[in-house]
Structures are given as structure tokens and as C-alpha cells.
């Protein structure tokens, strides 16, 4: 790993010396010592992603939840489980050239998670109150102070895609969004392949579907022109 | 995989001829289409005793959640994801001689999963309903007609386990409990050793720490001379 992590700082491309934050994978939000909140991100975008930006010659700090995916070879790894880890991840990790927000954060934490394991009760059903989670993309995206000159989210939406991805793009403050659907019968959160939308201020491209890979290559392609 | 089942069927030993249900992982349980709750199971003592007990000769039918640990060899194998859906997995798989519940059923799932993910909308946060789920090992436990003539269960506690597992031994009507300690600093839920205690109407016996092959070679034995 550490010849890779070498091999990718060394690497020539037109991301060559340009450091840029990648996040990936679930977050997983405790109940108790046994229970957990989880999603379905198996985190093989952001991986793909990591790898493309390190082939483009960046140096990539890559934050990743507990994610299924093999990590990305050549980059500064960061492992966490909850959101809030996340967030405090990510703060270490700037000042960076781009950000690309790709891991699926849990909105919501359970807000007083219980030291002991929870049990059935006369009283029946537990009540879980929830707390929200820091919002990882619009504090980046909204920093007064070095603020990366790229900032891309990501919309897995379910329903009206399309507006709900411009929507958060404002709503959030980042420059790009990158949308896709993730309802079960399209088999992507999971699957090999993606089909999303690239929403910036020029309007909204809608990619075929293809590999993930192939996805991260022109991904990773934008960004260098961008930056 | 046909010929590790068939090796399993034919192995002769004290289990010959005898037809074991073993459950076995976490569930799953849908909260919208991206996010579940799930529970810290790896299913590694599951599949280890249904291992074990292949090896005795018992024909193996292995009830498993969505578990990170291998999959036995030379077992029946039923994959399935949610509490309901193991409750009706198990049903199909009676009658047995003897039925093993190592898995980590969620006690609860969400009332009503939403088939559109969840949004953060300004009205806050999500009010997640809950409902029980089917209680298997009672269930099999109290069946009238068709009972197997062994029926194990385990208790995962985190506090009192002792108290705990020898009050649900009463309650649930099962055989045998198997408790152990799956409080995080203990590190048996994911890992490879386990501490159990073994409770029967006989009371209480603890065995000392050891790996959970170990652990399922006994159990084994000790159901061989149950049954």
C-alpha cells in the first residue's frame, strides 16, 4: 500500500499536484453496543472515482464509510462509521483543490444512542428520537474560508430525480451535482453500472448508463478541466 | 457447492439421518429503499455450527441473513433479508429433529417502509413507527404439533446475562439457551472467539472462552447426545 500510495503521488496527469477529498461508502448510525442504521451504498462509485483522480495524477485523501468496496489503491485512507466521524474527517482533511461528496451520509443519527442493548419491554415498541446529522456538503460548499474551487455532490434520489438534484445543487451551494436513480429496480446502489445526470450551472447532462468506472474516468476528466 | 452438500449428506456419524434448522446472521430490516436497520451478527458462530454439525452427519437446513461470514458447506441454504421473511424461511423448513436459532433477529422492524426514500423536509425529523416482529424461537418452541425435540436459543445481552438468558429460557419455551456477552469491550460479536453459558432446566454452565469452531464442536456434541 504504501508503494501504490507512491506510486499514485508520483503519478504525472493533469491532476498532477492538485489534492482533492473524496468521501464514500454508508455511514452506519448506532441504536445500541448491537443494532445500527444503515444504507445500501456499497461505496464502488467513490471508489472508482478515488482510483480515476489518482490515474489523473491527483493526491486523493479518500474518507470512507464501512463500505463493501475494496479500498482505492494510492490514496491517504480514512475510515469512519458515523456521520458526525465523517464530518470531523473531512475538516482534517482541507484545505483541498475539489471535493467529491459521494459517500451516502445518514441525515439522521439516533440522537441519544443507548450503552446497553435495548430490550423487549412490557411497554412494547421502543422510541427512537432522532437528531439531525451535520450537512457535509453545504458547510463545505458555504465555507467563507477555504472553500475548494470545486465542490461536487451527489443525489440519490428515488423520486423526480431531476428536480430534486437542481434543487439540493442551490440549495446546498456546491457547483456540481451528480444525480442518479437508486430505486431497487434499476439495480444500481449495488450494481456495477450507474446512469446519472451532471447538474451545474449550465443546466443539467444526462450520461448513458455505463460501467462505474467509465462514469469515474469522464468524472474525473470534468474535474480536470475544471480546476 | 452440489458436492460439498452431497459430501454433508452422506457423512455418517452420531447426527446421521437427523434434520437440523440452523438460523444464523443479522436481518435486515427496510426502512425506506436505501436505508435499514441492522444489527453488528457476522453469523460466524452460525455458520460454525452448522459446520460442526455436518460433520456430526445431521442434514443441515441454514436459515441465514444478509451475514458477512462464509456460508456453510454441505448445508441446505436459505438466504433471506428481513425477520418476516426468516419466520416463513423457518416455517418451510419444519419439521426438524432439532433447530438451532443463532441468528440476530431484529425485534422490531419499521412499521411501514416507505417505498420513496425519505426526504429531509422543513417539518424535521422522521418519525419512524415501529412493530413487532414474529417471534420465531417462541414460535417454534410452543408449537403444539410438531415441536422438534430440541429447540436451542441464544441470548445476546450486554447487561445481567445470566438473569437475562435463564428468565428468556422460561419465557420463550425453548431447551437450551446459549448466552453470552456481547457488550462491545468483550469484542465476540465480530470476532472469533465467544464466551458462552449453557442453560437448560439442569441450570446454568459456563464454558471458558475459546474459538467459536470450539464452541459449535461442543454444541454439536451435545445435541448429538440430546437428541
Redesign the interface.
Known amino acids: 500500500e504504501i508503494v501504490a500510495a507512491i506510486e499514485g503521488a508520483m503519478k504525472a496527469g493533469p491532476l498532477t499536484g492538485r489534492r482533492i477529498l473524496v468521501t464514500s461508502g454508508p455511514t452506519?448510525e448506532p441504536?445500541?453496543?448491537?443494532?445500527?442504521?444503515?444504507?445500501?451504498?456499497s461505496g464502488a462509485q467513490g471508489t472508482a472515482i478515488a482510483e480515476a483522480l489518482v490515474a489523473q495524477g491527483a493526491e486523493v485523501v479518500f474518507v470512507t464509510g464501512p463500505a463493501d468496496a475494496a479500498r482505492p489503491r494510492g490514496v491517504h485512507l480514512v475510515e469512519v462509521q458515523s456521520a458526525q466521524e465523517m464530518m470531523q474527517a473531512v475538516q482534517e482533511a482541507l484545505p483541498v483543490d475539489a471535493a467529491v461528496f459521494s459517500a451516502?451520509v445518514?441525515?439522521?443519527r439516533v440522537a441519544s444512542a443507548s450503552d446497553?442493548?435495548i430490550?423487549?419491554t412490557k411497554q412494547?415498541?421502543?422510541k427512537?428520537e432522532?437528531?439531525?446529522n451535520p450537512d457535509i456538503l453545504a458547510t463545505v460548499s458555504q465555507l467563507q474560508n477555504g472553500r475548494p474551487k470545486l465542490v461536487v455532490g451527489f443525489a440519490?434520489?428515488?423520486?423526480d430525480v431531476l428536480a430534486?438534484a437542481t434543487a439540493k445543487r442551490t440549495r446546498k451551494g456546491c457547483d456540481w451535482i451528480v444525480a442518479n436513480d437508486?430505486?431497487?429496480e434499476t439495480g444500481i446502489?449495488g450494481g456495477s453500472e450507474n446512469a446519472v445526470t451532471l447538474i451545474s450551472e449550465d443546466g443539467a447532462e444526462s450520461w448513458p448508463r455505463m460501467g462505474k468506472t467509465e462514469v469515474a474516468k469522464i468524472l474525473a476528466e470534468r474535474i480536470a478541466k475544471a480546476l
Do not use: C, Q
Request: no cysteine; hydrophobic share 40%; net charge neutral.
Open positions: 452506519h441504536i445500541d453496543p448491537v443494532r445500527y442504521i444503515a444504507n445500501r451504498s451516502a445518514a441525515d439522521w446497553s442493548k430490550k423487549k412494547g415498541l421502543p427512537l432522532f437528531a439531525e440519490a434520489e428515488t423520486d430534486n437508486v430505486s431497487p446502489m
